[in-house]
């Protein structure tokens, strides 16, 4: 490992450096646009759903570009519960066709719908051969697209120096603790991102602190200027709730974000290799140097 740079003041400062670097360029890197190979699994991208009609339009688009990158693979989108199609009719369709499938979740942590409801669903299609990729999870790609929605809405680096400010990382919220400890490893790795400043995870349902909870002790040790980053893939109730809480900027959901649907791709992949599923989610982002040998393989 090099020694830090001597521009960097600190431990964090280098590792956020570090962060930053790896992920914009290869959220920016020009992949050549591979075919796939002749009867490669379907990419089945799996939403929760929502009633917010944004929130499918929003999906489509990030399958949109997940298709541009990876020009013949059969992409196609299904929801858990609230929108068509749901995943129960999707796989039946698949398993009509003859087809094999990798459902990738477009969720960020382990939690109930991924370790139980996709394995159901999969289970209840008869003749389907199919995996379930682990969900999007603690990655630079995604570190990435959660600090540029940042950027988009105001943050700038002098932000990330200031005593002043803070981040709340706002997600849905699950009582699978391993669902909270990804989370707080996503945040983490924002910290890093952003320059050093302290992001604290805040939970829409099922889990503390709220992102009011997460503000008031963001305020209670000096940092009142708080942005809330949008831990959600689409608009929909919770995103909404999150961003009117936040006393300063609030950033949109992730949606068709380039790096986002690089990670679709790249958790597909890992998963038809064998080398990752929903069950052994989390073991990839023990540490920061373990995500830099990570991204030399992709």
Partial sequence: MTEPDSTFDSAPEWLGGITEQLGTRLAHLSLPRTRPPMNAPTLVAVGHGSRDPRARAALSRLLDRVRELRPGLDVRLAHIELNAPLLDDTLAGLAAEGRDAVLVPLLFAPGHHVTHDLPAAVAAAPGLRARVAAPLGAHPLLIEALADRLTQAGWSPEDGTSRATG?????????????????????ALLGERLGGVPVLP???SAAAPTVPEAVRALAAGGRHRVAVASCFTAPGLFATRAAAHAPWIAAAPLGAHPALARLVLHRYDRALAGRETGRE???ETTRTTTRTRELAAI
């Avoid at 706002?170 to 400890?181: K, L, N, Q, V, Y």
């Fill in 167 to 187: 981040v709340v990382l706002a997600s849905a919220g699950s009582r699978d603790p391993r669902s909270g400890a990804e989370i707080r490893r996503i945040a």
């Fill in 202 to 204: 805040a939970y829409a």
């Fill in 281 to 283: 989610t989390g073991r």
